[in-house]
């Protein structure tokens, strides 16, 4: 798939994504944890840096490997959700990449 094409991929998702009134953040990450395409919906101010964030994204990069460790025997991650007194955190493993 073509850089182009990716980038169309990737801004119709989050287009999706944003029509759930809930959603606060949605982007894509590799699997290195660097952001692909992703923005905040309008208005929102992050509770993190853009270095805190980058933080988050390397570490669940990272969880997202370690428990590929486990596919063979358990099936692959459909989802991922973290809990949190502010907000709930969800990840979604699509190919080589993560939502």
């Known amino acids: 798939m073509s850089n182009e094409m990716n980038d169309f991929f990737y801004q119709q998702k ?3 994504i944003f029509e ?3 959603i ?3 982007g ?3 699997s290195e944890g660097c952001l692909i395409k992703g923005k905040f919906k309008e208005d929102i101010v992050p509770f993190e840096t853009d270095a805190e964030q980058q933080k ?3 570490e ?3 969880r997202v490997s370690t428990r590929k460790n486990f596919d ?3 099936g ?3 989802y991922s959700a973290s809990r949190r007194e502010k907000l709930v955190m969800m990840s979604f493993p699509i190919k080589d990449n993560i939502l």
């Open 72 to 74: 063979h025997s358990m």
């Open 20 to 22: 759930e009134k809930d």
């Open 60 to 62: 669940l990069a990272y």
């Open 28 to 30: 894509f990450i590799d």
């Open 76 to 78: 692959q991650v459909k």
């Open 14 to 16: 989050l287009d999706e």
């Open 56 to 58: 988050i994204f390397r």
């Open 24 to 26: 606060r953040f949605a």
